[in-house]
């Protein structure tokens, strides 16, 4: 039986509480997660900060892709700023350039800022031409782990890439899949890939019933709500194989 870490990703406190009392070894916290994950607010990441496991927030100024300027920069390190304030464990962030390469100048600056705090580099990494070359400079940075599906949607659909990523990184940083981890696509990908580390959801699509909350903007017709029964099967499924 392998000791496998899960990391799990919630946008509220609903999601904190469920995901903690479901069994989960770590949080990625975030603000919407419909959109990949957004900066969580100061409130949530001091409620946060009490948790009984290590909390990574997600630096992450909008959505859409990863390619930021100069004032995008500052806001990034003032909330990573507000991260070591509140007394986190560590940040999930990523930069890229136009052609999807990493941009180490602005993640250079971005991790020395963090200096102290535990770093994870986010799917920013599936959009590179080269992993490889992300994995060197990921490791060059100091980056801990890498947050990959391999490319592809899912996870279990990239399990080719992963192993070559896994196999190239060897020790020098961990690789951790996510993207459609549950209780049934983990056992895949334990009995592929020598994992140390994954990452899950854990969570539903809630819909919106409220027709006068969709009609003022105020709700999306879906949310995705962290399921602390599928934390906890995720967790047993780890655990049994």
């Keep these: 039986m392998r000791s496998v870490l899960l990391e799990v990703c919630v946008d509220n406190a609903t999601g904190l509480a469920a995901a903690i009392a479901g069994g989960a070894d770590r949080i990625e916290l975030c603000s919407a997660l419909s959109v990949g994950g957004l900066t969580p607010s100061k409130g949530l990441m001091e409620l946060a900060a009490n948790a009984s496991i290590p909390v990574y927030a997600m630096i992450r ?18 909330d990573i700023d507000q991260v070591r304030e509140c007394g986190l464990a560590g940040v999930v962030m990523g930069a890229s350039n136009p052609d999807g390469t990493l941009n180490s100048s602005q993640l250079d600056f971005l991790t020395a800022h963090a200096k102290g705090l535990g ?16 994995i060197d400079i990921s490791v060059e940075l100091g980056f801990e782990r890498i947050l990959t599906s391999g490319g592809s949607n899912l996870a279990i659909e990239g399990i080719a890439k992963l192993i070559d990523c896994m196999e190239y990184a060897a020790t020098r940083i961990i690789i951790m899949p996510g993207g459609g981890v549950n209780d049934v696509t983990v056992l895949a ?43 906890e099967a995720l967790c047993r499924a780890i655990k049994n194989l």
Aim: with cysteine.
């Design 61 to 78: 100024p909008r959505a859409g892709d990863f390619v930021y300027n100069a004032s995008e920069i500052e806001i990034m390190s003032t």
């Design 119 to 134: 770093l994870s580099l986010h799917r920013a990494f599936d959009l590179v031409p080269d992993f490889r070359a992300a």
């Design 189 to 231: 990908l334990m009995e592929n890939l020598p994992l140390q580390e994954i990452h899950a959801s854990c969570s539903n699509i809630m819909p919106q019933y409220d027709s006068k909350l969709l009609e003022l903007g105020f709700s999306a017709a879906g949310f995705k709500a962290t399921d602390q029964s599928k934390v």
